[in-house]
């Protein structure tokens, strides 16, 4: 299947910089609030402060009155029109899922619902219009911690009867993929290890800079809508399955979007309700919502507790994990909320040749906002666990938690590998990332530093925090997609259209919000087809342009959209040679092509793929029956996922006087197989890290005894700033993907998903001489400071927002135990 | 309110709203699409323009009060065609992704420069730390801004 050594490789892997930059760096950008249409109106939202309530009563009276406002639209309005928001991924047939609905008609089921639109004329008069709408609330009961809403205390949704949506289980015994792990665990009870631990994953918010806007256009035969979305594909093809206009009459427009991370990985009420009114009003509008509304409705992510038991024998070598998660999906069971804890399913044994494995997962509904995919959806959750696990066990045994990981991790002579969930690893060298690692990090001397000042009893203690991590990405094998039982496929489309000047256009189905698409995707074509990386320009998030496409998410676009690239280039090139051959006078079974080059076997003639391109569109002169076109396109299905891995290393240093976590040095060395452009992959690996070491140090949606979140603005949902962070010291190792041709692994996802344990196992490693063996994220300094005066015994705290006082900050989804251990 | 202002060398007039913001005035009056909003509590600095050649958060300032004086976006930077520094080296050194934040990371990357035009990498962080990005870990940004200041980049 590889061709890699026939390529020509000048541009693959060459730093090129972006093709992007020029209109972002001097503001000619075209962000969705950016969009003016003539007589284009504006929509403000009434939103719901309780978390669950039973609407009495919406008087609109007064705001239809105030000026320069259209309508004001409430859910009793559009009841029989907006149908029910889309769930794309049902986790098991009995799943339990509320009608979602755009605009809440008698109940609300989160602070944040919507619950009246106003349309105005100007966004200002639409906002002074929605502080009229007087909308009467009869209070209820709301389901708001965790643990207590998985026994069904409280009903988050009272006609379901009940808070649990979903289980879901993989069991290896079941599956034929390894043993028994209740089996494994018993032996270890009697004669070996077992590391008993419980993690809470606490509830993030994915955070894009840009604010979602959304722009619909009903004049002319087609409703066009821009929206700042991930998915404009997926979000056309739902539009017409719930409000019911087909499909060909709608067209969606990502235009630059401004970050995504999961967050714009959604279907939202603002864009159905913006559709709705478009169409029925027969007006343009706009809806840009304010980061306040952002942080309280767009959905948040991860909100996991993990119970977790490993087993091991007395050497340390793991003979089984069991998993048991609860899943907090908030209010309604979103587009793929449900399924986000499932793609964890088969990370939690990592790198490692674990014998016995069952993951057991509980999704539940509360009355907080709606959760789904937030950067690495899933697998951080799974990593964390496992790589604290694993400096749990090395803990126990007294040994170094490197050693105790290559004493289980798979071998690099042991690819392919098949791991006890049934996936082909295809590629990867642990030791090699590993050494390469340490050395960068100076793993000894750090160790020596951490251990003179402990024998000092410096108040300013050293940690170290390893991770190991392995991901699965590039979503993803259509058939194993539909045995989880999503609803869509995984493939990714591309064309390529040869112009006759010799300029090339590419048409992808993966839609960019600043991975630098443009750039990479110019780089392939241009070694493909031996053209100049200026000549290709690239064209994605427009249904009109691009009509085919499942978007950007899961590390997907190289290793699946590439792919779909590499296809379609391939073709133009099988299309050309007879037309080549016919011009050249020579057989097409001569016609060899080599940089941009029809060449004629043995001879020194040859065609440029221009010249050929030319000559195809003037059709003068082409051989009988060939169609005058070299245009191609592909769509591309992934035999499996890619397995990037990496070892992040990670120093921080505590000051055990107030507990303040300062990052010294951070290395990592991440193996993503080969690199097409080594500046954007170091982007994505920065801001993944930074993202992941937030959760582990600043961020948390915290709620307060009412349901509402009291981080709802940037002064409490604390988003790192330059001067929290450091600089990072990132290198690579390549163990190519034998399953693209490209030999490319994702890396969108790995800084997320390594890093968040790396700090906190720095920070426990820091904390080991008091007894503490856990400190709960974020490890803020108010938590460190506690688990240091505790000891192992004490609990961590529960709340995280130190702006506020602690009866107002009461994090309801703590649980009633308190915290990890 | 009439007010009379200079944005990026042109000279405008306008009667707005008392309540009526910078950016707003910026962005729906005159088009400066360029500079953006990214919160409402003046937290992530997407909105820093110059006024007077001071950094300023524009979702802070009102237009009434930029009467009479003379305000740069990010859309009055480069001169004939030619970048400013601090662009050319956010493109140089990949300091940006989604290029939201980039705007005002820019403008206030120039006034930190002006203060300061050899910043150490702390005086740099410290100097950016009113401007969230979410996208590059801030590492590149950091290089870039100290990029420029190598080949002397203050306007």
Redesign the interface.
């Known amino acids: 299947m590889t061709v890699t050594e026939e390529r020509p490789t000048a541009e693959v892997g060459k730093a090129r910089?972006?093709k992007?930059?020029?209109?972002?760096?001097?503001?000619?950008?075209k962000?969705t609030?950016?969009i003016?249409l003539t007589g284009m109106l504006h929509l403000a939202m009434v939103r719901s402060p309780f978390a669950h309530a039973r609407i009495t009563n919406v008087d609109v009276s007064a705001a239809k009155a105030a000026p320069n406002v259209v309508t004001v639209i409430t859910g009793a309005d559009v009841a029989e029109e907006q149908g029910g928001l889309p769930n794309a991924w049902p986790i098991t047939p009995d799943q339990k899922a509320p009608v979602h609905p755009s605009i809440a008609v008698d109940r609300v089921a989160f602070a944040g619902e919507v619950v009246a639109v106003v349309v105005a004329r100007t966004a200002?008069e639409a906002r002074d219009a929605a502080e009229l709408v007087d909308v009467d609330y009869e209070e209820l009961p709301a389901a708001l911690d965790l643990k207590e809403s998985a026994e069904d205390r409280v009903l988050a949704h009272p006609d379901l009867g009940t808070n649990k949506s979903a289980f879901w289980q993989f069991d290896s015994a079941n599956a034929g993929t390894g043993g028994n792990v209740e089996d494994a665990i018993a032996k270890a009870r009697t004669d070996g290890i077992v590391i008993e631990r419980e993690y809470r994953q606490q509830r993030l918010i994915p955070?894009?800079?840009?604010?979602r806007s959304v722009v619909v256009d009903p004049t002319g035969e087609q409703i066009t809508m821009w929206s700042a979305t991930q998915i404009p594909h997926i979000l056309r093809f739902l539009l017409a399955a719930v409000l019911g206009t087909p499909e060909s009459k709608i067209r969606v427009i990502a235009p630059?979007?401004?970050?995504g991370?999961g967050g714009k990985l959604q279907t939202t009420p603002e864009e159905f309700i913006a559709f709705m009114l478009a169409r029925r009003l027969g007006k343009p509008v706009k809806y840009t919502e304010?980061?306040?509304e952002s942080l309280m409705s767009a959905h948040h992510g991860r909100d996991q507790w993990q119970k977790l038991t490993l087993a091991a024998t007395k050497d340390g070598t793991v003979t089984g994990l069991k998993v048991d998660l609860l899943a907090d999906l908030g209010a309604y069971v979103s587009l793929v909320g449900g399924g986000v804890p499932v793609l964890g399913a088969f990370m939690f044994n990592a790198i490692y040749k674990f014998p016995a494995y069952q993951f057991n997962c509980q999704t539940v509904l509360t009355n907080k906002t709606w959760t789904d995919a937030y950067r690495g959806a899933g697998r951080p959750e799974a990593t964390f666990a496992i790589e604290r696990l694993m400096d749990e066990l090395a803990d126990h045994l007294g040994v170094d938690p490197l050693a105790i990981r290559e004493q289980n991790w798979i071998k690099h002579e042991e690819f392919p590998f098949t791991t006890v969930c049934g996936l082909e690893y295809d590629s990867g060298n642990y030791e090699a990332a590993t050494a390469k690692a340490k050395e960068m990090f100076g793993y000894d001397d750090l160790r020596a530093e951490q251990k003179r000042r402990r024998d000092a009893k410096d108040p300013v203690q050293l940690g170290i925090g390893i991770s190991t991590f392995t991901e699965m990405c590039g979503l993803a094998p259509s058939r194993v997609l539909g045995s989880l039982d999503y609803g869509a496929g995984g493939w990714e489309h591309a064309s390529i259209r040869m112009l006759p000047t010799g300029k090339v256009e590419v048409v992808t189905g993966s839609s960019a919000?600043?991975?630098?698409h443009e750039t990479a995707w110019s780089q392939i074509v241009a070694d493909r087809l031996g053209v100049a990386f200026e000549d290709v320009e690239v064209l994605h998030g427009d249904t009109q342009v691009s009509p085919k496409g499942l978007d950007t998410y899961g590390s997907r676009s190289l290793v699946v959209g590439g792919e779909a690239l590499v296809k379609a280039a391939d073709k133009v090139i099988e299309k050309a040679k007879p037309i080549a051959a016919h011009l050249l006078e020579a057989s097409a079974d001569d016609i060899e092509f080599k940089d941009g080059r029809f060449g004629v076997k043995g001879t020194d003639k040859g065609l440029a793929i221009g010249e050929v391109a030319l000559a195809t569109f003037a059709a003068h002169n082409l051989p009988d029956g060939v169609e005058p076109s070299l245009d191609s396109d592909a769509t591309y299905d992934p035999v499996n996922f890619s397995f990037p891995h990496g070892t992040h290393l990670c120093a921080v240093e505590i000051d055990t006087e107030t507990g303040g976590v300062k990052m010294r040095k951070y290395v990592c060395v991440d193996d993503i197989g080969n690199i097409v452009n080594p500046?954007?992959v170091?982007?994505q690996v920065?801001?993944?890290?930074?993202?992941g070491i937030a959760q582990a140090l600043w961020e948390e949606a915290v709620h307060d005894d009412g349901g509402t979140l009291v981080s709802a603005?940037?002064?409490d949902y604390l988003?790192p700033?330059?001067?929290d962070?450091i600089?990072?010291d990132i290198e690579h190792t390549t163990s190519p993907s034998t399953t693209n041709s490209l030999g490319t692994k994702g890396v969108g996802e790995a800084?997320t998903i390594a890093s968040t344990p790396a700090v906190v196992n720095a920070v426990v490693d820091a904390l080991r001489p008091w007894g503490v063996h856990d400190v709960r994220m974020p490890c803020t300094p108010e938590r460190v400071w506690k688990a240091i005066q505790g000891g192992g015994s004490a609990a961590t705290e529960g709340a995280a927002a130190p702006h506020f006082d602690a009866q107002d900050t009461a994090d309801r989804s703590a649980g009633a135990e308190g915290a990890g251990q | 309110m009439k007010i009379n202002v200079t944005v990026d060398g042109a000279s405008y007039a306008d009667d707005v709203?008392p309540r009526m913001l910078l950016v707003h005035y910026l962005?729906e009056r005159l088009?400066?699409?360029?500079?953006?909003?990214?919160?409402?509590?003046s937290?992530?600095g997407?909105c820093t323009v110059h006024l007077d050649g001071q950094s300023v958060k524009s979702c802070n300032v009102l237009a009434v009060q930029a009467d009479g004086h003379d305000v740069t976006?990010?859309?009055g930077?480069?001169k004939d065609g030619q970048?400013h520094p601090v662009?050319a080296a956010?493109?140089?050194c990949?300091a940006?992704?989604?290029?939201?934040?980039?705007?005002g990371m820019?403008m206030q990357s120039i006034d930190l420069l002006n203060d300061n035009p050899h910043p150490s990498?702390a005086e740099?962080?410290?100097g950016?730390?009113?401007?969230?990005?979410?996208?590059?870990?801030?590492?590149?940004?950091?290089?870039a801004v100290q990029t420029a200041a190598g080949t002397g980049a203050p306007a």
């Open positions: 910089r972006r992007e930059d020029q209109r972002l760096i001097t503001g000619r950008t962000w609030d950016n003016q200002a955070a894009f800079m840009e604010p630059d979007v401004g970050g991370f304010t980061r306040s919000h600043g991975q630098g500046l954007i170091a982007g920065h801001g993944g890290l930074v993202q603005s940037f002064v988003v700033t330059a001067a962070t600089s990072f800084g | 709203e962005r088009g400066k699409t360029g500079t953006v909003v990214g919160c409402d509590t937290n992530c997407a976006t990010i859309e930077l480069a970048l662009q956010f493109h140089e990949h940006l992704q989604c290029g939201f934040c980039t705007p820019i990498e740099v962080r410290a950016l730390e009113g401007n969230l990005c979410r996208c590059t870990g801030y590492h590149n940004i950091v290089k």
